[in-house]
């Protein structure tokens, strides 16, 4: 099954990009090749990038304290484990301390590394991180890929605690809507959004074997979905074939 989400705000944009970002690192990093690591580096400045949102910090902030109160509310509940609620508001805790505690902006600390910030001032251009122009770092992705590994480490490190917060986040966020089975009539459906709730994800799962694509529009009244079928060559022409998806709403 192939996983497709839409957020609902530009917050959970804004989570759901990070997110990426963050998983790409992890996987560039633990490679080897120089060619990797030149991309993980990128990608470091990509979430920077995305992260210097003046309120991105702040958001993150009032969210986790938001999901801290929703779970002190499931407390005397007894279909619930006190002991697995607990280890998640200790985890809530431990991100909250660990972002709130870090000073100014995330990447602040890369911010103030010249020979970082002559590379990112590169690497916006076409082509400008050859050789001929910054040699220092064409010389840096020849050292040995232990050493690459580890300096990269130390520089994705001051990112940790941003990361660990958006993926708790967007655990819970996900893990808070119940699928259901949906069923398109001539390749479309709409659907009203239940009142009194704001939900913040769309979720929806397809067979790949249906080769189709959904194009997703929704806002906090109503969600609607249009199935594609996709080309051999790749582009998109509108299906008029009924079709099952799965499709989660999360609040």
């Not at 949102?53 to 005397?76: F, M, N, W």
């Not at 890369?110 to 001032?121: G, K, P, T």
């Not at 480490?153 to 993926?167: D, F, K, N, Q, V």
């Not at 994800?201 to 806002?219: C, F, H, K, M, Q």
Request: glycine fraction near 6%; include cysteine.
């Amino acid at each position: 099954m192939i996983l497709y989400e839409y957020p609902f705000n530009e917050r959970i944009r804004t989570y759901l990009r990070l997110e990426q970002l963050f998983r790409r690192l992890g996987e560039l990093i633990a490679r080897s090749h120089p060619l990797d690591h030149h991309f993980a580096l990128t990608t470091i400045f990509e979430i920077m990038d995305v992260a210097a949102r003046a309120d991105l910090k702040a958001d993150v902030l009032k969210d986790i304290e938001k999901q801290k109160h929703v779970l002190d509310g499931y407390r005397g509940n007894p279909a619930i484990s006190e002991a697995a609620l607990d280890a998640i508001v200790a985890q809530l805790d431990r991100c909250f301390t660990s972002l709130n505690t870090q000073a100014g902006k995330t990447g602040q600390m890369l911010s103030e590394n010249d020979w970082l910030m002559s590379i990112r001032s590169r690497a916006g251009i076409p082509g400008g991180t050859c050789g001929f122009d910054l040699p220092s770092y064409y010389a840096w992705q020849h050292r040995p890929p232990m050493e690459r590994q580890q300096a990269l480490e130390g520089w994705a490190s001051t990112l940790a605690p941003l990361a660990e917060s958006i993926y708790l986040l967007l655990k819970l966020l996900r893990d808070s809507g119940v699928p259901q089975k949906v069923a398109t009539e001539r390749g479309q459906i709409q659907q009203n959004l239940p009142q009194g709730r704001t939900f913040q994800l769309l979720r929806l799962r397809i067979d790949p074997a249906l080769g189709l694509v959904p194009e997703i529009s929704g806002n906090r009244l109503m969600v609607s979905v249009r199935l594609m079928r996709q080309l051999p060559d790749g582009p998109l022409q509108a299906n008029a074939e009924d079709a099952m998806f799965e499709l989660t709403l999360c609040a």
